[in-house]
């Protein structure tokens, strides 16, 4: 988009809700914000990331969680999708939140608002940290689902006889039990698994670990950023 056209931007719920937590951050802790995700490279690690950035702007976990996620990444991939320079975009964000938001919010909000949307130009800028994490995210969405939670049971059921008075054998069974993200809803899988499945997928995992292990040391030699959704031994975001 080569001209500024005002388009709308639409703004969820949970768009709303991040603008508040930035609103609520305040100018001093936003400016120090933007100065440290210039020196970001990409993490995904967000507890530890959050837990950091909360202790070194000396603000609740949530308010820097909610900013992050409900606002400053899905509103840079906005952005990218809308082809708009960031002076064009907060212009764009501005005048939506004028014309879409509550009396309410704004006689609550927008003095502030209006006094922080001028040090937001940073978080907007190509390749910065919050569209990368935008980027990412939009990579691992593109699956149909996103993995929660796998384990597997494995128990012991008995056969009763017809008269059901006694136990004439005990079955073991094993179930992968699969706690996926589809959507915003958490759905869940079992499948049943004989011991051949078992180990087919002790050796996919031992061959899944080995490719992890040689892709770690190629990124290391040339210098790369190997970034892991999930990952919990990062080096937090440092000031």
Same mark, same amino acid.
């Given at each position: 988009?080569?001209?500024?056209?005002?388009?709308? $931007?639409?703004?969820? #719920?949970?768009?709303?809700?991040? $603008?508040?937590?930035? @609103?609520?951050? =305040?100018?001093?802790?936003?400016?120090?914000?933007?100065?440290?995700?210039?020196?970001?490279? +990409?993490?995904?690690?967000?507890?530890?990331?959050?837990?950091?950035?909360?202790?070194?702007?000396?603000?609740?976990?949530? @308010?820097?969680?909610?900013?992050? *996620?409900?606002?400053?990444?899905?509103?840079?991939?906005? #952005?990218?999708?809308?082809?708009?320079?960031?002076? %064009?975009?907060?212009?764009?964000?501005?005048?939506?939140?004028?014309?879409?938001? &509550?009396?309410? /919010?704004?006689?609550?909000?927008?003095?502030?608002?209006? &006094?922080? @949307?001028?040090? +937001?130009?940073?978080?907007?800028?190509? %390749?910065?940290?919050?569209?990368?994490?935008?980027?990412?995210?939009?990579?691992?969405?593109?699956?149909?689902?996103?993995?929660?939670?796998?384990?597997?049971?494995?128990?012991?059921?008995?056969?009763?006889?017809?008269?059901?008075?006694?136990?004439?054998?005990?079955?073991?069974?094993?179930?992968? *039990?699969?706690?996926? /993200?589809? =959507?915003?809803?958490?759905?869940?899988?079992?499948?049943?698994?004989?011991?051949?499945?078992?180990?087919?997928?002790?050796?996919? *995992?031992? /061959?899944?670990?080995?490719?992890?292990?040689?892709?770690?040391?190629?990124?290391?030699?040339? #210098?790369?950023?190997? @970034?892991?959704?999930?990952?919990?031994?990062?080096?937090?975001?440092? =000031?």
């Amino acid at each position: 988009m080569n001209t500024f056209e005002r388009p709308t $931007i639409p703004l969820s #719920r949970d768009a709303f809700r991040g $603008i508040d937590a930035l @609103v609520e951050l =305040g100018v001093p802790r936003v400016k120090k914000l933007s100065e440290l995700q210039c020196s970001q490279p +990409l993490d995904l690690a967000f507890s530890q990331l959050f837990a950091s950035l909360a202790s070194q702007l000396a603000c609740d976990y949530h @308010v820097i969680q909610t900013a992050c *996620v409900a606002a400053l990444i899905p509103l840079n991939g906005l #952005r990218r999708r809308l082809e708009m320079p960031a002076s %064009d975009f907060l212009k764009a964000l501005q005048q939506t939140i004028a014309d879409r938001a &509550s009396e309410e /919010w704004k006689s609550r909000y927008i003095e502030a608002w209006n &006094s922080l @949307v001028g040090e +937001l130009a940073p978080f907007f800028q190509p %390749d910065n940290f919050f569209s990368q994490a935008s980027k990412a995210f939009d990579l691992l969405t593109e699956r149909p689902a996103i993995l929660q939670n796998a384990r597997i049971l494995t128990e012991l059921r008995p056969i009763y006889d017809e008269a059901q008075t006694k136990t004439l054998a005990v079955l073991q069974t094993n179930t992968l *039990v699969l706690d996926y /993200w589809k =959507g915003r809803d958490i759905h869940t899988l079992h499948i049943s698994l004989d011991n051949d499945d078992l180990k087919s997928l002790t050796k996919e *995992v031992k /061959w899944a670990q080995d490719k992890i292990s040689i892709s770690q040391k190629e990124a290391l030699a040339h #210098r790369m950023n190997l @970034v892991v959704y999930g990952e919990v031994d990062e080096e937090p975001l440092e =000031g």
